[in-house]
């Protein structure tokens, strides 16, 4: 209970209505002896849990850090914003977990959840579902899980099966999956939520789920209401992208010191990939981009593969998974370790908007905004770079700099890169919202109204910030060399 109520205080006021307290009272007064009375099964389960994972995952705790309570916390939450939406109807609401994908036969890619499903249910197994009822019935939380099978553990390896799936989730009632189809079968009448326009999992959609919708029931999408909660990071949130950014920045760091002349792309690949994983990463977030050269000036360049010469720099955006909270970081150096004149201009005139940028990351002012503030920025650089002529009016200025900087200044940040993609980037930021800041410059060879000695430079420098009440912007990122002295330092490390 202590635990409980410690959670409870910190959590972000999104969560605290009068309907949350009293769904996440009951539950607690429903369980005696703590918030969860079932021992988590020593044994391996589909996941790590506090028996096989001690030195992540502590007793009472999901996934490490985001407690059994605070899982409770957000499933109520939900429930409280769908009463309000259609406060005089029951409700039933459906999340599918992802499937296995395979790349081809036999083969799987590495399994990813469905964010959605993950931040309700903290389970990072395939083939599951969850399911919340809502007034006027009492409010019941099911868990659809695997079965489990021997012969098929064989193969793929251990999964969680009922038991363990209710004591590590905390979750009082769980059934196997293929239980689904029967239990939606006896939903009458409410309104149900749930994305079936693009089902999270094809299979369990046509099988359990599409006979429910076909009823004469009422169907409404639920992501939006779910991307709401999830734009509002919790201190255990918050801890797992802290993570995210050190091991990012360490990364970044070795990979820096790798530096030489005529370097393959795909080495600076491996090489932070590896020191992403060797440090804790679940996974890579997202392809990075090792762009040298004139490269840097294709946005989503992925092929990596390519020799960057001496006297080129190469742009490098990558980030890292750790627990289902992602980095998002991109910093260019040069490969020779040592800036030119004109690409430490350039490289400074991009950083100096940044660190503008980033100073405007509080409570109340909008990603657009700081996007029109960047636009302004960036287009007095390019007038005392001298990309653009002596005289250059305001307007000309600004259509410039969306020239040479086609991208927005960010974007939302959290369980996925580009995060919680429902909401708008005109409504105003709130404290415990995480966001990137990422102004750059590109100007491509084929550009001929750009002048000819900038041709074929890119660079784009990018941060992670946690919007906060008081203090400035929390920078994730922070310890990822920056300024032209520590990239250079940076680069000058040797290697050990």
């Known amino acids: 209970m202590l635990q409980f109520l410690a959670t409870l205080l910190r959590a972000p006021a999104t969560l605290l209505s009068s309907g949350v307290l009293k769904c996440v009272c009951r539950s607690v007064s429903a369980k005696t002896g703590g918030w969860n009375t079932k021992k988590i099964p020593e044994r391996s389960l589909g996941q790590p849990s506090p028996f096989t994972h001690p030195h992540l995952i502590r007793p009472g705790e999901v996934t490490p850090g ?64 969850l399911v919340m009822y809502g007034s006027p019935h009492p409010d019941r939380t099911l868990l659809f899980v695997p079965p489990r099978d021997p012969a098929r553990e064989l193969w793929d390896g251990p999964r969680s099966g009922r038991d363990g799936a209710a004591a590590l989730t905390g979750i009082q009632t769980v059934h196997s999956i293929e239980e689904l189809g029967s239990v939606l079968k006896a939903v009458k009448g409410p309104v149900v939520w749930y994305d079936g326009s693009q089902p999270a999992h094809s299979h369990l959609h046509q099988t359990h789920v599409r006979p429910l919708l076909e009823g004469q029931v009422s169907v409404r999408p639920l992501r939006s209401l779910i991307h709401t909660l999830r734009a509002m990071k919790s201190p255990a949130e918050v801890e797992l992208m802290k993570e995210a950014g050190r091991i990012t920045a360490h990364a970044f760091r070795k990979t820096m010191a790798l530096c030489q002349a005529d370097i393959d792309e795909a080495l600076i690949h491996a090489k932070f990939d590896f020191e992403c994983r060797a440090h804790g990463a679940n996974f890579l977030a997202y392809p990075p981009v090792v762009a040298g050269g004139q490269r840097a000036n294709t946005l989503h360049y992925i092929n990596n593969n390519q020799i960057i010469k001496d006297g080129e720099m190469v742009l ?55 996007y029109s503030s960047m636009l302004t920025l960036l287009g007095k650089q390019l007038l005392q770079l001298g990309v653009l002529p002596h005289g250059t009016d305001h307007a000309d200025a600004i259509k410039a700099a969306r020239r040479y900087c086609p991208h927005h200044v960010g974007h939302y940040l959290g369980m996925d890169v580009h995060d919680t993609p429902e909401l708008s980037r005109s409504q105003p930021l709130q404290a415990g919202m995480a966001i990137t800041i990422e102004p750059g410059l590109y100007f491509s060879e084929d550009d001929e109204s750009c002048p ?45």
């Open 452 to 496: 000819q000695h900038f041709r074929g430079l890119g660079v784009r420098i990018e941060d992670d910030v946690v919007i906060r009440k008081q203090g400035g912007p929390l920078i994730l990122s922070a310890h990822t060399p920056k300024s032209v002295c520590d990239v250079e330092m940076a680069c000058a490390q040797v290697e050990g």
């Open 66 to 129: 985001v407690t059994q309570t605070e899982y409770e916390l957000r499933r109520c939450s939900l429930a409280s914003l769908v009463k309000s939406r259609v406060p005089d109807s029951s409700h039933v609401l459906i999340v599918l977990s992802h499937p296995v994908r395979y790349m081809t036969n036999d083969i799987p890619y590495p399994f990813h959840q469905n964010q959605d499903f993950l931040y309700l249910t903290g389970v990072l197994e395939p083939d599951c579902a």
């Open 316 to 370: 490098l955006d990558g980030g890292c998974e750790y627990f289902g909270y992602v980095s998002d970081v991109t910093r260019t150096w040069p490969v020779s370790g040592k800036f030119t004149e004109l690409q430490r201009c350039v490289y400074e005139a991009v950083l100096e908007v940044q660190l503008a940028c980033l100073s405007l990351c509080v409570p109340g002012v909008s990603l657009d905004h700081i």
